[in-house]
């Protein structure tokens, strides 16, 4: 019992740890929309498209389909046909007028039956206007009703996002892997500011193991990272400033670890790591958070480009991603303690 309730923590990482692999890795995504064969037509014409859905069963249950310019201007498809599971072909007659002042408007697509529940893909396609009428587009383009009776699958499925599709699962390790390195950094800081006010070889032993630790997690995001890059960009690493930033911030904190290596004198080795340590979480954070933010970026959540909000982070992804950054950070404590044990052990042995 008193084992239990000393190491209770790092049973909770190890639990919370598979929770995230089995339910991250196990939970189906929603019906969403690969592609569709054609991305261009002209106003005034019929539109006959096949739309490749993903976990769909066109076959099966009547579908409908709309192709929407805004909240408010949308036209309904005239025929829906199921070819497959996956597969289905719709037609539109699309106006010779459109709701907008553009030569060339764009029109999001949208796919509903009731079992799947609807899907959307922005921008699916691209219109054509010769003669600009906005009133008449008005009127050509107002909507019925019927998108309002859309339906909403409400069975535990984690989203589907466009270009990310089966990828999204990435987000519970790749990004909490990040976060669980930032919160061990942080607490190696908070060691490495109490040796300097009070130095003790305790305090240095502990920052250099959560330091490893952290380090540790960050080769395994940009390893995962750079995963996730090739299916979403195409290729392992690009000249993206936050993936640059972030490859420079670890080479400084790799120099954190040459350097404890490179001097033998204890208090003089645990004091410049100390210092050091600040030096790089500071860098860390000009080059992580900063700077990407003052320039475009390809890389959720800088240059405009939103990360973990409603549309890349809903409560079905939270359930596991938090949890996930959680089990990583106590098992990241646990190895670092593990550490520090055999530092100390270590230190012993050279003093006997």
């Not at 032993?205 to 995963?227: F, R």
């Amino acid at each position: 019992m008193t084992d239990f309730k000393s190491n209770w923590w790092k049973i909770l990482g190890i639990i919370l740890l598979l929770y995230s692999v089995v339910f991250g890795l196990g939970v189906p995504l929603k019906h969403g929309i690969l592609q569709v064969d054609q991305f261009t037509t002209k106003s005034n014409t019929q539109l006959k498209i096949k739309v490749e859905g993903y976990n769909s069963h066109y076959d099966e249950y009547a579908t409908s389909a709309w192709l929407k310019i805004d909240s408010v201007h949308y036209i309904e498809s005239n025929l829906c046909r199921a070819l497959s599971a996956t597969l289905i072909e719709c037609a539109f007659y699309i106006p010779p007028h459109l709701p907008s002042k553009d030569s060339v408007v764009s029109a999001s697509l949208i796919i509903d039956n009731k079992y799947d529940g609807y899907a959307i893909l922005p921008e699916a396609i691209f219109i054509e206007q010769h003669i600009i009428d906005v009133s008449k587009g008005e009127s050509l383009w107002s909507p019925s009703g019927s998108l309002e009776n859309i339906h909403i699958n409400k069975e535990f499925k984690f989203p589907f996002r466009n270009i990310l599709h089966e990828t999204v699962r990435n987000t519970f390790y790749h990004v909490s892997l990040w976060f669980a390195m930032f919160i061990l950094l942080i607490a190696s800081l908070v060691y490495a500011v109490k040796y300097l006010r009070q130095p003790h070889s305790d305090f240095d032993k502990k920052a250099y193991a959560l330091n490893a630790v952290a380090i540790l997690y960050g080769i395994l995001g940009l390893i995962t990272g750079s995963i996730w890059a090739k299916y979403t960009w195409g290729t392992f690493w690009t000249t993206d400033v936050k993936l640059n930033m972030t490859a420079v911030a670890m080479l400084i904190y790799f120099a954190y670890l040459i350097l404890r290596q490179s001097i033998n004198d204890v208090d003089r080795r645990a004091r410049l790591s100390a210092v050091y340590s600040i030096f790089a979480f500071i860098a860390l954070i000009a080059l992580v958070f900063v700077i990407p933010r003052l320039t475009d970026s390809l890389h959720p959540g800088n240059g405009g480009n939103p990360a973990l909000g409603g549309e890349d982070l809903d409560n079905t992804l939270r359930m596991v991603f938090y949890p996930s950054i959680i089990g990583l950070t106590l098992i990241g404590i646990w190895i670092a303690e593990l550490k520090f044990r055999l530092a100390t052990i270590e230190e012993k042995v050279r003093m006997n």
